[in-house]
């Protein structure tokens, strides 16, 4: 093994620096233009000198996972390590995000706490596993994934692949805290259809930018308060939330579509077809008092369902355990936000969500991570996977 042992301390924080400065900006987000290939390159890489077998798994062009597994002779079972390489924009940060800074304490810089903290305290976790295998029960199955911060498709191409897997933690933000469960989505898009017409004579045409106008707080009033009356106890209310609208070609024309996209959060055990079923009869209810408006839902463009690890699942002991031998603590919680964690659930993996950094700090204008968490962090993954 080449890579020399440090302390996990000064590892930690060094592998996090090194992260933070190679841009891994998702291609769905503005200025995403080269994906996750160069921060893949590095994993791979690390990896390579810890000795682990490590292979690219391509997932879209250009845009691979990174495996790397540590095998222990003998071991029948398996233990998932995942965190995502991919970031969001680094418009609000500006070249900024990729110059990080240490100061009091914390590292700032786009990725630092979503997800760059999580790969750190892994590819840590894995250097101090890979130099002292002894007492390793499992093999340890390393997922560096591509494209979370959009469909989750990195994840969702290793859930297929068919990997046994006997337990995964997701790492993303949770503030050390053990995510037992949190809501899924299912995202669409939704159109009304008018007539297009010269804007001087609007009366010709049909706006469909005005029909939308219309739609929208009639769906509102029929969904939300149902949705906010059905929650689950970790992790609050179901909801639903237009984030985008685009509708006409030109101000001196009446336009003849808009769409909206939806993004409807699923709480754990809701489905994505039952969710879209509960839209449909509203649209369905608000044509038949206004039958001027013309409503069409798309098939959805992406779904993951939510999820609701049992607590006495093996992963969620050993991370128990790991987190009570660390810090002296241990908590259980649920969080609204959703993860690759949902794809791997989906696939029968029992999973739980743990690293360091608030999801408070991720995708803003600053966002940072405490580097104590990062190097608590990375101790608590170790020590889980010598527990599992
Ligand atoms: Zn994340």
Redesign the pocket.
């Known amino acids: 093994m080449e890579v020399a042992e440090r302390p996990i301390q000064s590892e930690a924080i060094r592998l996090l620096t090194d992260l933070v400065a190679i841009d891994s900006v998702n291609p769905y987000f503005p200025g995403g233009t080269r994906g996750e290939s160069d921060v893949a390159a590095y994993v791979a890489d690390y990896c390579s000198r810890l000795g682990l077998d490590v292979r690219q798994q391509p997932v879209l062009p250009g845009r691979s996972n990174v495996v790397a597994e540590l095998k222990v002779p003998g071991a029948s079972r398996a233990i998932l390590l995942d ?2 390489m991919d970031t969001v924009s680094l418009d609000q940060m500006g070249p900024d995000g990729l110059r990080p800074r240490s100061r009091n304490g914390t590292l700032t810089g786009r990725g630092s706490c ?2 760059k903290a ?1 790969l750190a305290a892994m590819l840590t976790a894995l250097s101090a596993l890979a130099h002292d295998p002894a007492g390793l029960r499992c093999n340890v199955v390393f997922l560096a994934s591509v494209d ?2 959009y469909l989750m498709r990195g994840a969702e191409t290793f859930a297929r692949s068919g990997a046994t897997i006997d337990g995964a933690i997701v ?3 949770t503030r050390l805290e053990v995510v037992v469960a949190h809501k899924g989505f299912v995202r669409w898009k939704m159109r009304t259809e008018g007539k297009s017409a010269h804007s001087s004579n609007p009366s010709l045409g049909d706006n469909a930018i005005y029909q939308m106008a219309e739609l929208i707080p009639l769906l509102r009033q029929a969904l939300e308060p149902r949705l906010a009356a059905r929650a689950h106890p970790l992790v609050g209310p179901a909801t639903w939330s237009i984030g985008k609208i685009t509708g006409g070609s030109s101000v001196n024309i009446v336009p003849e579509t808009c769409t909206v996209e939806i993004d409807r959060r699923l709480l754990p055990g809701e489905t994505a077809s039952a969710a879209l079923a509960e839209v449909d009869a509203a649209i369905e209810n608000v044509r038949r008092e206004r039958p001027h408006l013309n409503v069409r839902r798309d098939e959805p463009f992406g779904a993951v369902s939510g999820l609701d690890t049992p607590a006495d699942s093996a992963v969620v002991r050993a991370l128990e355990a790991a987190c009570r031998a660390i810090r002296g603590e241990s908590k259980r919680v649920g969080v609204p ?1 959703g ?2 964690a949902s794809k791997f659930a989906d696939a029968g993996i029992r999973c739980v969500v743990f690293g360091p950094g608030d ?1 408070s700090q ?1 995708h803003t204008a600053d966002e940072f991570v405490a580097e104590d968490q990062v190097i608590a962090a990375a101790r608590i993954y170790e020590r889980a996977a010598r527990e599992f």
Do not use: K, L, R
Request: net charge negative; hydrophobic share 15%.
């Open positions: 965190s995502h979503d997800d999580s979370e911060e790492g993303e933000p936000y993860t690759n999801v991720a």
